[in-house]
């Protein structure tokens, strides 16, 4: 942690995720009723990259209102277990677990920062540990994330990864066509939200949020100084949101720059593995 990270980020960091949880539910982007209609929220390339989870065990870290927890359970995972923060979000995934009829045997959301989470699950270890796209740049200490993750994956299993890809940080916010941000630049960034991601127009009051850019090469380091192997980096030219004003959205849902415009990674994703032995 840089001297930077104020020492309120996280209080502030969960008021601010508390305060999203009734618009997000809400919302068109997540889409709480088609999901309940069974709709699928992961992305295709994430599916393909995990594989067959048919049976195995997940923790699911930094989960939210829970429905790519949830949807790894109906895509054949034995057991789900959500974390997050927010007690807002973990009430929220909870309800719709149930309004789904998946048992608390089945997916379980369990309250706790990402830093203690192998606290709040004493004990356990996870076929499958599974971070979803913007968790990242919410934590200050990328290695001490590594090393709690890690110790949660279960000999033979593997950790992915799926997150925006921190270039697009250092692009400006209207075209993204120049750099105008320091990519290895590491330091707190400290901003007022007025609204949320799904609906940047709607207010929810004004609140004091902290972010970090985390370069891909101190993802994949601390990853491997925590004892896991990396299989795989893939970078994606899609986004899920119109991060740029120049971007159009695809048939497939996905947001991108238009077409003839320099390729720029947008999103990437990865896995890292415990050996057995």
């Known amino acids: 942690m840089n001297a930077s990270t104020p020492p309120d980020w996280l209080a502030a960091n969960r008021a601010n995720w508390d305060a999203w949880v009734p618009l997000h539910v809400a919302s068109d982007f997540y889409d709480l009723e088609g999901f309940k209609a069974g709709e699928d929220a992961l992305r295709d390339f994430e599916r393909a990259e ?10 699911h870290l930094q989960c939210h209102i829970g429905l790519d927890t949830l949807s790894w359970a109906r895509h054949g995972a034995e057991r789900v277990v959500g974390l997050d923060f927010s007690g807002p979000a973990v009430e929220a995934a909870r309800r719709i677990a149930s309004d789904i009829g998946l048992s608390e045997e089945r997916a379980r959301f369990v309250r706790a920062d990402v830093y203690d ?7 356990e270890a996870f076929d499958i540990v599974y971070t979803g796209v913007g968790a990242l740049c919410w934590l200050p200490d990328l290695r001490r ?7 949660l994956v279960a000999p033979g299993g593997f950790l992915y990864l799926a997150e925006f890809h921190p270039f697009t940080d250092i692009l400006d916010d209207e075209t993204g066509s120049r750099v105008t941000r320091d990519y290895f630049g590491r330091e707190a960034h400290v901003y007022e939200a007025t609204g949320s991601y799904v609906d940047p127009h709607t207010r ?3 609140h004091r949020v902290v972010e970090w850019r985390h370069p891909i090469g101190d ?3 601390a990853l491997a100084e925590a004892g896991l192997r990396l299989e795989f980096l893939h970078e994606h030219d899609v986004s899920l949101f119109p991060r740029f004003g120049s971007f ?7 947001y991108r720059f238009p077409e003839g415009a320099p390729g720029i990674p947008l999103m990437y994703s990865l896995r890292a593995s415990r050996p057995r032995v």
């Open 50 to 59: 995990v594989g067959d989870v048919t049976g195995r065990s997940l923790l």
């Open 117 to 123: 989470a192998a606290r709040a699950v004493p004990g």
């Open 145 to 151: 994330w590594a090393e709690v993750a890690a110790s």
């Open 204 to 206: 929810t009051g004004n």
């Open 219 to 221: 993802v994949v380091s």
């Open 248 to 254: 159009h959205r695809g048939e497939d849902g996905y």
